[in-house]
Protein backbone atom coordinates (compact mmCIF):
# COMPACT_ATOMS: atom_id res chain seq x y z
CA UNK A 1 0.00 0.00 0.00
CA UNK A 2 1.46 3.43 -0.94
CA UNK A 3 1.60 6.06 1.62
CA UNK A 4 0.45 9.41 0.79
CA UNK A 5 4.08 11.08 0.18
CA UNK A 6 4.35 8.29 -2.13
CA UNK A 7 1.31 9.12 -4.00
CA UNK A 8 2.36 12.74 -3.94
CA UNK A 9 5.72 12.40 -5.28
CA UNK A 10 4.06 10.15 -8.40
CA UNK A 11 1.94 12.91 -8.76
CA UNK A 12 4.43 15.35 -8.84
CA UNK A 13 6.22 13.16 -11.88
CA UNK A 14 3.48 12.91 -13.70
CA UNK A 15 2.49 16.33 -13.68
CA UNK A 16 6.09 17.40 -14.90
CA UNK A 17 6.34 14.91 -17.34
CA UNK A 18 3.24 16.42 -18.65
CA UNK A 19 4.18 19.94 -18.59
CA UNK A 20 7.62 18.86 -20.20
CA UNK A 21 5.78 17.13 -23.18
CA UNK A 22 2.93 19.81 -23.95
CA UNK A 23 5.76 22.13 -23.91
CA UNK A 24 8.02 20.03 -26.68
CA UNK A 25 4.77 19.65 -28.74
CA UNK A 26 3.14 23.26 -28.49
CA UNK A 27 6.36 25.21 -29.33
CA UNK A 28 7.51 25.21 -33.04
CA UNK A 29 11.38 24.09 -33.31
CA UNK A 30 13.06 27.67 -34.50
CA UNK A 31 14.13 26.89 -38.43
CA UNK A 32 18.40 26.08 -37.74
CA UNK A 33 18.90 28.43 -41.23
CA UNK A 34 16.70 31.99 -41.91
CA UNK A 35 16.55 33.15 -45.45
CA UNK A 36 19.35 35.84 -44.66
CA UNK A 37 21.55 33.30 -42.99
CA UNK A 38 25.30 33.80 -44.40
CA UNK A 39 25.07 30.40 -45.00
CA UNK A 40 22.05 30.74 -47.53
CA UNK A 41 23.96 33.86 -48.87
CA UNK A 42 26.73 31.96 -49.74
CA UNK A 43 25.20 28.58 -51.34
CA UNK A 44 23.57 31.76 -53.64
CA UNK A 45 26.75 32.76 -54.19
CA UNK A 46 27.99 29.69 -54.53
CA UNK A 47 26.94 29.61 -58.36
CA UNK A 48 28.35 32.45 -59.20
CA UNK A 49 32.03 30.42 -58.47
CA UNK A 50 34.02 29.20 -61.54
CA UNK A 51 36.91 27.22 -62.10
CA UNK A 52 39.30 28.59 -64.56
CA UNK A 53 42.01 26.36 -65.98
CA UNK A 54 44.52 27.82 -68.55
CA UNK A 55 46.42 25.25 -71.01
CA UNK A 56 49.72 25.99 -71.96
CA UNK A 57 52.43 24.18 -74.53
CA UNK A 58 56.01 24.10 -73.02
CA UNK A 59 58.66 22.36 -73.36
CA UNK A 60 61.31 20.09 -71.59
CA UNK A 61 65.21 19.48 -72.22
CA UNK A 62 65.78 15.81 -71.78
CA UNK A 63 69.36 14.49 -70.38
CA UNK A 64 71.95 14.59 -73.11
CA UNK A 65 73.06 11.79 -74.91
CA UNK A 66 76.49 10.93 -76.78
CA UNK A 67 75.77 9.47 -80.14
CA UNK A 68 77.99 8.36 -83.07
CA UNK A 69 77.23 10.53 -86.56
CA UNK A 70 77.07 6.92 -88.83
CA UNK A 71 77.55 9.71 -92.02
CA UNK A 72 80.56 11.07 -90.27
CA UNK A 73 81.97 8.28 -88.22
CA UNK A 74 81.41 11.40 -85.26
CA UNK A 75 80.87 11.43 -82.04
CA UNK A 76 77.85 13.99 -81.18
CA UNK A 77 76.36 15.18 -78.07
CA UNK A 78 72.47 15.58 -78.27
CA UNK A 79 70.08 16.91 -76.19
CA UNK A 80 66.25 15.94 -77.16
CA UNK A 81 63.51 18.48 -76.91
CA UNK A 82 60.17 17.00 -75.35
CA UNK A 83 56.71 18.85 -75.32
CA UNK A 84 54.61 19.18 -72.47
CA UNK A 85 51.55 20.72 -71.87
CA UNK A 86 51.32 22.64 -69.02
CA UNK A 87 48.17 24.09 -66.69
CA UNK A 88 47.49 26.79 -64.26
CA UNK A 89 43.99 26.54 -62.06
CA UNK A 90 42.16 29.36 -60.45
CA UNK A 91 38.95 30.52 -60.08
CA UNK A 92 36.63 32.94 -61.11
CA UNK A 93 33.24 34.92 -60.67
CA UNK A 94 30.59 35.46 -62.83
CA UNK A 95 29.97 39.18 -62.62
CA UNK A 96 27.00 39.23 -65.46
CA UNK A 97 24.83 36.69 -66.93
CA UNK A 98 26.00 37.37 -70.35
CA UNK A 99 28.98 35.30 -69.84
CA UNK A 100 31.39 37.87 -67.67
CA UNK A 101 33.93 36.78 -65.81
CA UNK A 102 36.80 38.11 -63.72
CA UNK A 103 39.91 36.27 -62.54
CA UNK A 104 43.65 36.85 -61.57
CA UNK A 105 45.64 37.46 -64.94
CA UNK A 106 48.81 35.21 -63.53
CA UNK A 107 45.96 32.25 -63.48
CA UNK A 108 45.90 32.96 -66.91
CA UNK A 109 48.88 35.22 -68.08
CA UNK A 110 50.47 32.18 -70.36
CA UNK A 111 47.09 30.15 -71.30
CA UNK A 112 46.91 29.62 -74.39
CA UNK A 113 43.45 28.11 -74.49
CA UNK A 114 40.96 28.77 -70.92
CA UNK A 115 38.75 26.19 -70.27
CA UNK A 116 35.68 27.51 -67.80
CA UNK A 117 33.84 25.27 -65.37
CA UNK A 118 30.58 26.06 -64.37
CA UNK A 119 28.73 25.36 -60.76
CA UNK A 120 27.28 22.17 -62.23
CA UNK A 121 30.36 20.61 -64.01
CA UNK A 122 29.68 21.93 -67.75
CA UNK A 123 32.65 22.66 -68.86
CA UNK A 124 33.45 25.87 -71.97
CA UNK A 125 36.10 27.65 -73.57
CA UNK A 126 36.79 30.88 -72.81
CA UNK A 127 37.58 34.14 -74.33
CA UNK A 128 40.35 36.38 -73.05
CA UNK A 129 38.51 39.92 -73.39
CA UNK A 130 41.29 42.20 -71.46
CA UNK A 131 43.72 41.89 -68.72
CA UNK A 132 45.54 44.40 -66.15
CA UNK A 133 48.90 42.84 -65.44
CA UNK A 134 49.52 45.51 -63.14
CA UNK A 135 46.47 44.66 -61.08
CA UNK A 136 46.52 41.24 -61.38
CA UNK A 137 42.82 41.43 -62.88
CA UNK A 138 41.55 39.66 -65.96
CA UNK A 139 38.38 39.40 -67.68
CA UNK A 140 36.79 36.47 -69.28
CA UNK A 141 33.90 36.00 -71.66
CA UNK A 142 31.80 32.47 -72.48
CA UNK A 143 28.77 32.10 -74.35
CA UNK A 144 26.16 30.62 -71.93
CA UNK A 145 25.17 27.35 -72.10
CA UNK A 146 22.21 28.13 -69.62
CA UNK A 147 21.42 30.58 -67.88
CA UNK A 148 24.15 32.06 -65.51
CA UNK A 149 24.03 33.31 -61.85
CA UNK A 150 25.79 36.59 -61.72
CA UNK A 151 27.13 37.62 -58.47
CA UNK A 152 25.89 40.68 -56.42
CA UNK A 153 28.59 43.27 -56.36
CA UNK A 154 29.09 44.78 -52.90
CA UNK A 155 30.38 48.40 -51.83
CA UNK A 156 34.47 47.70 -50.67
CA UNK A 157 34.79 51.14 -49.75
CA UNK A 158 32.49 50.25 -46.56
CA UNK A 159 34.99 47.63 -45.09
CA UNK A 160 36.71 48.04 -42.06
CA UNK A 161 39.65 46.16 -40.15
CA UNK A 162 37.56 43.55 -37.83
CA UNK A 163 34.75 43.01 -40.08
CA UNK A 164 33.70 39.42 -40.32
CA UNK A 165 33.68 38.13 -43.76
CA UNK A 166 33.01 35.23 -46.17
CA UNK A 167 34.85 32.64 -48.51
CA UNK A 168 34.08 30.11 -50.94
CA UNK A 169 36.95 28.07 -51.88
CA UNK A 170 37.55 26.43 -55.02
CA UNK A 171 40.75 24.60 -54.24
CA UNK A 172 40.88 20.75 -55.13
CA UNK A 173 41.98 20.33 -51.50
CA UNK A 174 38.71 21.50 -50.05
CA UNK A 175 35.92 22.18 -53.07
CA UNK A 176 33.57 24.51 -52.39
CA UNK A 177 34.33 25.42 -48.91
CA UNK A 178 32.23 28.00 -46.97
CA UNK A 179 34.43 30.16 -44.71
CA UNK A 180 34.10 32.72 -42.03
CA UNK A 181 37.02 35.01 -41.33
CA UNK A 182 37.73 38.78 -40.52
CA UNK A 183 39.58 41.75 -42.45
CA UNK A 184 43.04 41.97 -40.41
CA UNK A 185 44.29 45.27 -42.61
CA UNK A 186 43.69 47.52 -45.55
CA UNK A 187 46.28 48.93 -47.31
CA UNK A 188 48.74 48.02 -50.50
CA UNK A 189 50.20 44.72 -51.83
CA UNK A 190 53.01 44.30 -48.98
CA UNK A 191 54.95 41.70 -51.27
CA UNK A 192 55.24 43.64 -54.78
CA UNK A 193 58.75 45.09 -54.00
CA UNK A 194 60.08 46.39 -57.35
CA UNK A 195 56.84 46.01 -58.71
CA UNK A 196 54.43 48.54 -59.99
CA UNK A 197 51.81 46.43 -57.71
CA UNK A 198 53.03 48.56 -55.11
CA UNK A 199 49.90 51.01 -55.28
CA UNK A 200 47.39 48.01 -55.84
CA UNK A 201 44.61 47.86 -52.58
CA UNK A 202 44.16 44.88 -51.04
CA UNK A 203 42.02 43.39 -48.23
CA UNK A 204 43.64 41.52 -45.71
CA UNK A 205 42.45 38.40 -44.19
CA UNK A 206 42.93 35.63 -41.98
CA UNK A 207 41.32 33.44 -44.02
CA UNK A 208 44.02 29.85 -45.37
CA UNK A 209 43.78 30.07 -49.05
CA UNK A 210 45.05 26.88 -51.02
CA UNK A 211 46.19 26.66 -54.32
CA UNK A 212 42.96 27.02 -56.77
CA UNK A 213 41.49 29.58 -54.50
CA UNK A 214 42.99 32.69 -56.78
CA UNK A 215 40.14 34.56 -58.34
CA UNK A 216 37.58 32.90 -55.44
CA UNK A 217 35.36 35.95 -53.53
CA UNK A 218 35.03 37.42 -50.68
CA UNK A 219 31.89 38.11 -49.67
CA UNK A 220 29.39 40.13 -47.13
CA UNK A 221 26.83 38.59 -44.93
CA UNK A 222 24.36 39.28 -47.93
CA UNK A 223 26.44 37.24 -50.16
CA UNK A 224 27.72 40.23 -51.96
CA UNK A 225 30.99 40.49 -53.35
CA UNK A 226 33.62 42.38 -51.88
CA UNK A 227 36.41 41.16 -53.73
CA UNK A 228 38.57 38.20 -55.29
CA UNK A 229 41.42 36.71 -53.50
CA UNK A 230 45.02 37.09 -55.16
CA UNK A 231 47.39 34.86 -52.49
CA UNK A 232 48.75 34.08 -49.16
CA UNK A 233 52.19 35.31 -47.61
CA UNK A 234 53.95 32.39 -46.94
CA UNK A 235 55.87 33.67 -44.25
CA UNK A 236 52.73 34.41 -42.26
CA UNK A 237 50.38 32.34 -40.51
CA UNK A 238 46.86 33.02 -41.64
CA UNK A 239 47.80 36.25 -43.66
CA UNK A 240 45.62 36.20 -47.68
CA UNK A 241 45.06 38.89 -49.85
CA UNK A 242 41.88 39.89 -51.93
CA UNK A 243 41.67 42.43 -54.57
CA UNK A 244 38.71 45.24 -53.74
CA UNK A 245 35.82 44.74 -55.77
CA UNK A 246 35.50 48.89 -56.15
CA UNK A 247 38.87 47.90 -57.67
CA UNK A 248 37.21 45.37 -60.16
CA UNK A 249 34.85 47.48 -61.41
CA UNK A 250 37.19 50.61 -61.93
CA UNK A 251 39.16 48.55 -64.33
CA UNK A 252 35.70 47.14 -66.26
CA UNK A 253 34.43 50.67 -66.39
CA UNK A 254 38.42 51.21 -67.94
CA UNK A 255 38.57 48.44 -70.29
CA UNK A 256 34.55 48.86 -71.71
CA UNK A 257 35.56 52.55 -72.23
CA UNK A 258 38.24 51.17 -74.96
CA UNK A 259 35.45 49.16 -76.95
CA UNK A 260 33.96 50.46 -79.87
CA UNK A 261 30.74 52.67 -79.26
CA UNK A 262 27.39 51.40 -81.06
CA UNK A 263 26.19 53.70 -83.48
Not at 28 to 37: D, F, I, K, T, Y
Not at 227 to 250: C, H, K, M, W
Request: a neutral charge; one cysteine or more.
Amino acid sequence: MKTSQQRNENFNWAFFTWIALTLFISVPCAPLESASSPINSMRKASLSLVNVKADAAGAVRGKPAAVIDPATKMLLIVQPIRAVQQSQTGAGVIIDPSGLIVTNHHTIQYGTRIIVTLYNGTEVTANLLHTFPEGDIAFLGIDPPFPLQAIKPGDSSTIKVGQTVYAIGNSPIIKNSFGEGVVTGLGKRPWANNTGLNNVDMIQTNFNIYEGDSGAPMLNREGQLLGIFVGRLTQVADASYALPVNSIQEKLSEFISTLPQKK
